[in-house]
């Protein structure tokens, strides 16, 4: 008993140090961006009983070994039905324009297929409209709907939404639901998926959070596409969740969340529903397939190069794939660059893309909430305003609302609209998706709706922001120290 503290001691100060060192080689063993590395040394080193718990919950777990598997595996069983959709040369735009061109050869040459044709492509901005527009959809659909988002909270027009899914399943209509977990807490605790079960919809639970699985995998990913499939045909994607915006969230008095959505008809639908299959084979290990394409049920109308491209993000899909078209549009403009997010925390390659656009005399145009719902990426956002600044992008702040829209319009030209904030999550851990649009009408109307963003929000003043007090600056420094993990 007399050497037994000792030697007790000594083995837990030899395992402290040989998880710090099998850590740290871990975190050099990967190819990461000098920053986020450093910012994981400095929190497991200075912090380390800390450091290690959220290292191993935050960094080692990533998906899981199950869903994993299925992610690695899913796009062999996917490659029969891609050669089918590429032998309908008629669904397919080849030429795009200027600004355009270089955007859709990356995704062309690392997704293989070239930007898509439609039928009918709308921009809406109002949320309660939105979701009547869905609900008319959902009540007229024929054959099947798939639907995802990250959070649908029950209460006032979701529930509507509800209504219409069970009558249509009722009917013989396929229907099928996926939520993310987190997300979507409120409805997984509701009466509703009991109900809606009832009526023959399959719901699904995304990355479904419990005790035994933080030790599976990484407990912040999310599943945080936001899109809707009727009849292979229509599809709704873009910022929105289902939610009723007059109830949703009243509690952090910041104001109604502001978003925008695209209703598209045409063959989009069609590689958007083997989105779906994968992020269902994903979670259910069962393999469901797009209705086999069939090119004579579109009569396009002519259009001057207008083409869409569909990206994915996510563990098991094209990696890094938005942050590549980010950047891409970026260079690519000449004229202007208008951009809106939420949650505004770059990665130093994006950041240096929109103040060099600057630099090099196009006119770009940030806006973001004044008022935000995260604390942490509001001060570690406000970090980046000096350098913009200084770059001479115009920053506004836009205060009639939690502005949750997330678009880049690029010479009027090229359009990105969906799911992901111009943060580190989004562009390189989440289930993400966003709609490459390469159409000038398109560009014009976003372009009317982000002025009147613009209207709604107030300049920052580069000489006030200047002279912002002492305790503002240092808040900024310690969040962005922590930016890199946001």
Not at 26 to 35: A, H, L, V
Not at 47 to 55: A, H, R, T
Not at 152 to 164: S, T
Not at 333 to 360: E, F, G, H, N, W
């Amino acid at each position: 008993m007399i050497h037994f503290y000792p030697i007790t001691t000594l083995l837990t100060f030899l395992g402290y140090w040989l998880l710090i060192i099998t850590i740290t080689l871990r975190i050099f063993s990967k190819r990461r961006e000098i920053p986020s590395a450093m910012a994981w040394l400095l929190i497991i080193y200075v912090f380390p009983i800390i450091g290690i718990i959220v290292w191993f919950f935050l960094k080692e777990f990533y998906l899981g070994k199950r869903r994993l598997k299925l992610a690695n595996s899913m796009w062999s069983n996917k490659n029969t039905w891609l050669k089918n959709l590429k032998s309908h040369n008629c669904i397919f735009e080849n030429k795009n324009s200027e600004v355009a061109t270089s955007v859709f050869q990356l995704c062309k040459h690392r997704q293989g297929i070239s930007g898509i044709k439609y039928n009918k492509l709308k921009l809406l901005k109002n949320t309660e409209d939105i979701i009547k527009d869905l609900i008319k959809d959902i009540y007229l659909a024929k054959n099947n709907i798939e639907i995802v988002f990250y959070i649908w909270k029950p209460g006032g027009l979701a529930d509507d939404v509800a209504r219409a899914l069970i009558k249509s399943s009722k009917k013989g209509i396929k229907c099928r639901v996926m939520l993310d977990s987190a997300g979507s807490i409120e409805f997984f605790r509701s009466k509703w998926v009991y109900i809606m079960k009832n009526s023959g919809i399959q719901i699904v639970e995304a990355l479904k959070l419990n005790l035994y699985k933080i030790f599976c995998r990484r407990i912040d990913l999310r599943q945080h596409r936001k899109f809707v499939l009727i009849d292979n045909y229509i599809t709704y994607v873009g910022s929105m969740n289902l939610v009723d915006p007059n109830i949703f969230k009243k509690q952090l008095k910041i104001g109604k969340w502001i978003d925008l959505m695209i209703r598209i008809e045409g063959p989009v639908a069609t590689t958007m529903g083997m989105v779906y299959s994968c992020d269902w084979e994903i979670e259910t290990g069962k393999k469901i397939f797009p209705k086999k394409f069939e090119c004579k049920n579109y009569n396009f109308p002519k259009r001057n190069h207008s083409a869409i491209q569909i990206i994915a993000s996510g563990p098991g899909f094209t990696k890094n794939i938005i942050h590549q078209v980010l950047l891409t549009s970026i260079y690519s403009a000449r004229k202007k660059i208008i951009m809106t997010t939420p949650y505004l925390v770059p990665s130093d390659d994006l950041l240096y893309a929109i103040c060099s656009a600057a630099q090099r005399g196009i006119e770009v145009i940030l806006i973001i909430p004044k008022s935000n719902n995260s604390i942490l990426v509001k001060w570690a956002s406000r970090v980046f305003f000096s350098e913009l600044l200084e770059s001479g992008v115009k920053i506004y702040q836009f205060k009639k609302g939690l502005l949750h829209s997330k678009s880049v319009l690029i010479d009027m030209q090229l359009s990105l609209i969906g799911t992901a904030n111009l943060d580190m999550r989004s562009l390189w851990l989440n289930f993400e998706i966003t709609l490459v649009v390469d159409d000038s009408k398109f560009g014009k109307n976003l372009f009317v709706l982000q002025n009147e963003y613009i209207s709604n929000s107030t300049l920052v003043d580069p000489k006030i922001w200047a002279i912002r007090s002492f305790w503002k600056k240092i808040l900024e420094k310690i969040f962005y120290f922590l930016s890199p993990i946001l």
